[in-house]
């Protein structure tokens, strides 16, 4: 989470400064190259802040004086870090840029620098639309007095101090204090529901630099991903076991970005259990005598079910018995004599294989036989010869 400014509101803080003169002060955000006033203080010397410039550059007020230290770059981008390190034995401050040396300046005033506001300073808040993530006050000598103001709340006014100073701050004139805490950095801003295998779906980007290296569904690589404009991008959606939710997780720009999608793959059935020994299949079942290579739960589904002028199979009633290895007459309706097909198909998702199969099932005076069997004869081989066509290898 991180604030929002509006341009009216900032946060205030108990004053803040070093024990001993030696600080770094960290702040993350985008400031939407914007000029504006970062933080600010009051010691007893006189006015302090620091205020980020276009030019680009960041101003350094102490004391009643000035200064100033160049960026390399423009600073005002997404999750950009800007870090002022100062040691009172040298005089020196310096200013990082995502962790980057920048440059120093001698400025040894700036030993009893103070911050009791950040988000702006001294009737100036930051723009509307500029977004702070996390405020850091370090006390090199004094753990005790150091700060971390990570801003991760969802509402309120209070800005909690994670540091073990404990000094929250206050959330003040916003118009609305709630609606200031926001997701920020890289985030994904919409994503397409997957109701199958193959699908093609989108999901748009937000906060990134660069176009995304990679992504994943429940661990899983959904290979090319392909640039359609306006921070949209597609993928071909891989087959993994039927959870219902998914996590999408997107590379991008060295972090990553998450969000949970409703998934479903076209394995609409269930085999829980299985035996694990051969004698235990029923040499009259649908599965008979194969395990598909596996001992864990399995998915399977219907794609093109028997001739119902010959049988018709009760597959609710067989999936809820995990009847795939079972005898398949416990669970058909006879009709005429005859011959039919039906095609099958398995997706085990611990080996991340998908086969599709046909049995023949012959009605002969009220019996119902499947044919074929016997093709395997060793229960736990690896499935992928002569009977199957595996897919999604």
Known sequence: ????????????????????????IIISGNFNNEAQRIFGGNDVDGIDWAALQTNPRVQIRSDGGYTYLNFLAAPFAVDVEVELRFRSSTGLLELFRDG????????????DYSINEFGGAYNLPMPSGSVISRLQLVDIDSAANSRDYQLNSTSGTVAVDSGMAGQNGTLVNFTDANSAWITSGHTITAADDITSEGQTATFT???????PESATLNGTDVGTLTDQGSGVYSYTAPLIADDD????VVSVDGTTAGATIAYANSYDRDQL?????????SENSLSYPNAYATTQPYEWKVIADANASVVTINWNALE?????????????????????TVTLGVFV???GQAYQFDRTI??????????????WSELFRDPTEELFTELFR
């Open 100 to 111: 980057v040396s920048q440059g120093s300046v001698s400025l040894p005033s700036l030993s």
């Open 1 to 24: 989470m991180s604030v929002q400014f509006d341009g009216s509101g900032t946060i205030q803080i108990p004053e803040w400064v070093s024990t001993s003169g030696n600080f770094n």
């Open 245 to 248: 939710t998914a996590d999408l």
């Open 273 to 281: 259990t299985h035996p694990a020994t051969e004698a235990e299949y």
């Open 362 to 375: 012959t009605v002969s005076d009220g019996s119902v036989v499947v044919e074929g069997e016997g093709l």
């Open 205 to 211: 980007l937000s906060g990134n630099s660069a176009a």
């Open 320 to 340: 809820a018995d995990d009847g795939f290895h079972k005898n398949v007459a416990s669970y058909a309706t006879p009709v005429a004599n005859g011959v039919t």
């Open 349 to 351: 998702p611990e080996t």
